[in-house]
């Protein structure tokens, strides 16, 4: 397959960004988007050229690196997957790519398609935890927990990180992300204690960072390559109000 | 020789071992632990729960990692789940069982000691995943769930899906996240170590390139932790991340550190098969799916031709015609034999002309029984994301026609020499984790890794560094400016130098590819002399050319990816040769380590335990100089040694 990759370059956070367009030939339709993106970089490379950088890492969909707005969406055209486990077999041969970094104020670009996801890891910081001492737990069956609480806590610990979410959203809101957070914590008993004080203190931090307010247009849940839905924002909001009331 | 591999085994009886180990060890107060950094290099489940336990602990932590979080982490990536010695099934499961089975497993390469505290402390690690909040799989009782893995005939493994290894990680970044905010611990994502920094021969810091600005900066601590994974990579093709590398450990090596076992490199039998030149990466299918899932080639060629040309689908065979290879040779476990029996199996069919795709390299993973006997909910609840992994990578869906498999390089069992204590043979140098060589012996049983991860990192370092550190809250903080921190730093900026003086046209992933070749060809599923000694000469004539025709883009201060992988690469030579050499010198097969040479009648590994019962610890020697090669017998006082046997 041959494709035409018209993708964003940005030599440093402070330059200024373009686009440029490049041809590629001889494709796979099984190759990954990916491993197109690695053959136009040794391309690239072998034309004196500088080659596109890209955050990546397990390329199995897990590790939540990957992050490309591909074509105006998030992690491009397939549904339910990360920019890694995107097939060259979802594009028309011939057909002009668009490529571009996320785009949001709380994800600062740091070279072509590199961005700046600090912003998540200061938001767990905040309170995405358990406050367990290492080696005080009781033993693991004294908790027990319905399967069906386990499996709905499960579906929003499925979150990968890679902030598709704030891409996608008009408003740069990293909702959907601290939702996630809080809502698998608060569906367990373990995470009953702290609940309060987390749901207060992720959502304070997502704000003081910089992160837009929800409308619930869902274009979040359209787009997360985990499929987490909005039905985790609800509760978010039951916690968040809940702690409110109660102070 | 004898003095320089001390392991440091507690006397006494087996389970008593490490209760005594632990009342010995020297105490530091909190007021001095105040007074101690510590340096933590790689954020996986064993870095980054060390990292958060000694923080806990009120010690000073500083940790790296090359990546953007520390969740990204490669441990993020395993599936299927984690074992521990509950005997929540009844099934008579304990931790001599755990113990026995790792052992044995391992094709009695690893040292009893070690492996018995790891099942020991296996119950504690599932206690703390839970009080995290990590939502392991649950009955309908709301009691914790179990499965079964390779080489066991037990149901001790616990599991979150096929993510588990995402959510033990999300529970050990938690944590760590938790401390960072009590400011115990600095995280240093996007850091890359380059080197280990030693005064008067104790680790003292590392040298480390910010990935973003390419500057080269010293951190100084009291101890440095390495817990930065495994050396798969070297192969260029394997189930690893791409930026997973051995260049921490490497540099260890470099700076003192024996390297122990590293032939020893596992082959996971149920991977999606190369499907091309154009690929980098390997995606396995957990280990899990031969709970349920049986695996087959046609028994008769002419069904394996029609295969190969799309004039038949895999559904259409009739059951009397296909080969369950694994029921047939091993009908007392199965499809759950262990790793390394199961790919040579595959291989053994493959090269017997029976492998099911147009390589002929691929085998049938079926699933037609499971759905057949326990329903589509049910498979989906146990298999689902699994099945849509697969489905999305290969465009078939395994409801409907077998995955195809095949096996593909995966961890690595060898890796940085360790006490008991987990210290290297560089005082204050510590490494846990795949790192280090670890309680697997020559071969990793299925679930384990994640188990020794947090068996390091929540429960054994942050107590045996105590050890260490308890006389050297006195000393002041290592001088980062003082002269064996400038002259780590200067070397490292010359090995930079030099690859930006190359400007060749070779690209990098070109020349690792061709590493990879070499070290799947020769240093793979089966090697012998002749091919071992070819592949040592021909990686030293690739990393000369290397040397002459790369081409590094860019500079050094900005964010170059092609750098660091230059970097990574300029190790992995070392790495694969080092490999080749270990795997040259142990002229027995055992665990995933074939040597041709060293076979039954049947095809199985036939160990050589007169000649060869012995941890391989290698040490560096210098530039182009043979590294020396020191051995640390291996004592089995508890239980007998015998012919691993998965027939009967």
Same mark, same amino acid.
């Given at each position: 397959m041959n494709f035409n990759i018209k993708v964003w370059r940005q030599k440093n956070a402070k330059a200024k960004g373009h686009f440029e367009t490049y041809p590629i030939a001889?494709? /796979? /339709? +099984? =190759?990954s988007f990916l491993e197109m993106l690695d053959i136009l970089n040794e391309q690239l490379i072998r034309e004196g050229k500088d080659p596109i950088s890209f955050d990546h890492d397990c390329r199995e969909g897990i590790c939540g690196a990957c992050s490309l707005y591909i074509d105006g969406r998030a992690h491009g055209p397939d549904n339910q997957v990360t920019t890694c486990q995107l097939f060259m077999r979802h594009f028309k041969d011939g057909a002009t790519i668009t490529v571009e970094p996320w785009r949001s104020a709380a994800f600062p670009v740091i070279k072509d398609l590199v961005v700046e996801r600090r912003a998540f890891d200061k938001i767990l910081q905040a309170g995405g935890f358990i406050s367990v001492r290492t080696g005080? =737990?009781? +033993?693991?069956?004294n908790i027990l927990i319905p399967h069906d609480k386990a499996e709905e806590s499960m579906d929003a610990a499925a979150c990968v990180g890679c902030g598709a979410c704030v891409a996608t959203c008009k408003n740069g809101s990293a909702m959907l992300f601290v939702a996630a957070r809080v809502s698998s914590l608060a569906l367990l008993p373990q995470g009953r204690p702290e609940a309060a004080r987390r749901a207060k203190a992720m959502v304070a931090k997502m704000d003081e960072l910089g992160f837009g307010n929800c409308t619930n247009t869902r274009a979040c849940e359209l787009e997360c390559p985990k499929g987490i839905t909005v039905a985790h924002i609800a509760r978010l909001n039951r916690e968040f109000l809940k702690a409110k009331f109660s102070d | 020789m004898a003095e320089k591999l001390n392991s440091k085994i507690p006397e006494g009886p087996l389970s008593e071992k490490w209760t005594k180990r632990k009342s010995e060890i020297h105490l530091v107060s909190p007021n001095n632990k105040r007074k101690l950094d510590i340096i933590v290099v790689g954020t996986g489940l064993g870095g980054a729960s060390a990292a958060a336990a000694l923080g806990e602990l009120g010690y000073n932590v500083k940790i790296f990692c090359i990546s953007d979080s520390p969740r990204r982490a490669h441990s993020i990536a395993a599936q299927g789940g984690i074992n521990a010695a509950k005997n929540y099934q009844n099934d008579n499961d304990s931790v001599y069982r755990l113990f026995y089975d790792t052992i044995k497993g391992g094709d009695y390469r690893s040292r009893e000691a070690n492996v018995y505290r790891l099942a020991e402390v296996s119950a504690a690690i599932i206690d703390q995943c839970v009080a995290q909040g990590i939502p392991f799989a649950r009955e309908y009782g709301g009691y914790l769930a179990n499965r079964s893995f390779g080489g066991v005939q037990v149901s001790r493994t616990f599991y979150a899906r096929g993510q588990t290894g995402q959510q033990l990680l999300l529970g050990a970044y938690a944590s760590l996240n938790k401390e960072i905010a009590a400011g115990t611990v600095t995280a240093y994502p996007r850091h890359e170590m380059l080197d280990l920094v030693l005064v008067n021969g104790q680790a003292k810091g590392i040298i480390t390139r910010n990935l973003v600005t390419g500057q080269l900066e010293r951190f100084g601590a009291h101890a440095v932790i390495i817990a930065t994974g495994g050396y798969g990579n070297t192969y260029f093709l394997s189930t690893n991340a791409m930026n997973s590398n051995g260049s921490a450990a490497l540099q260890c090596y470099k700076k003192g550190a024996f390297f122990a076992n590293p032939c020893f490199a596992q082959i996971h039998p149920t991977c999606i098969p190369v499907h091309g030149d154009q690929q980098c990466k390997l995606t396995l299918m957990s280990e899990s799916l031969r709970n349920d899932g049986r695996i087959w080639v046609p028994k008769k060629k002419e069904d394996v031709e029609r295969l190969r040309k799309h004039e038949i689908k895999a559904s259409q065979i009739p059951e009397e015609d296909r080969d369950y290879y694994l029921e047939r040779r091993y009908p007392a476990f199965g499809n759950l034999v262990p790793r390394d029996v199961a790919s040579r199996a595959a291989k053994e069919r493959c090269d017997a002309g029976? #492998? %099911?795709n147009e390589t002929g390299k691929a085998v049938f993973l079926d699933f037609a029984d499971a759905i057949k006997r326990l329903g589509h909910k049910r498979v989906a609840e146990r298999y689902g994301n699994l099945f849509d992994m697969y489905e999305k990578i290969t465009a078939s869906s395994p409801w409907e026609e077998p995955m195809m498999i095949y096996p593909a390089i995966h961890y690595t069992m060898g890796g940085i020499w360790v006490d008991y204590d987990l210290q290297?043979? %560089?005082? #204050?140098l510590f490494a846990i984790g795949e790192a280090n060589f670890s309680d697997h012996g020559g071969n990793r049983l299925g679930a384990s890794a994640l188990m020794q991860g947090l068996a390091d990192g929540y429960f054994i370092v942050p107590v045996t560094i105590g050890d260490y550190l308890s006389n050297k809250f006195a000393e002041p903080r290592p001088d980062v400016n003082a002269p064996e921190f400038v002259e780590a730093e200067r070397a490292v900026q010359a090995r930079i130098d030099k690859l930006f003086a190359v400007n060749g046209t070779e690209t990098v992933d070109s020349i690792h590819k061709q590493l990879g070749h070499i070290m799947w060809e020769y240093v793979g599923m089966a090697r012998d002399e002749a091919g071992l000694k070819k592949a040592i000469e021909e990686i030293k004539a690739l990393k000369e050319k290397f040397y002459t025709s790369v081409k590094v883009p860019g500079s050094q201060f900005e964010f170059n990816q092609e750098l660091e992988k230059a970097l990574r690469l300029e190790d992995f030579f070392e790495i694969g040769e080092l490999m080749a050499r270990d795997a040259l010198n142990r002229e027995e097969s055992c665990g995933g380590h074939f040597r041709v040479e060293s076979q039954t009648e049947e095809g199985e590994a036939k160990r050589d335990d007169a000649k060869f019962m012995y941890v391989a610890a290698w040490e560096y020697k210098g530039e182009g100089k043979e590294p020396e090669l020191h051995k640390e017998p291996l004592k089995y006082e508890f239980i007998e040694v015998k012919t691993r046997n998965y027939k009967d």
């Open positions: 001889g494709i /796979e /339709e +099984d =190759a005080s =737990a009781q +033993d693991a069956n | 029976f #492998g %099911v290297t043979t %560089v005082p #204050g």
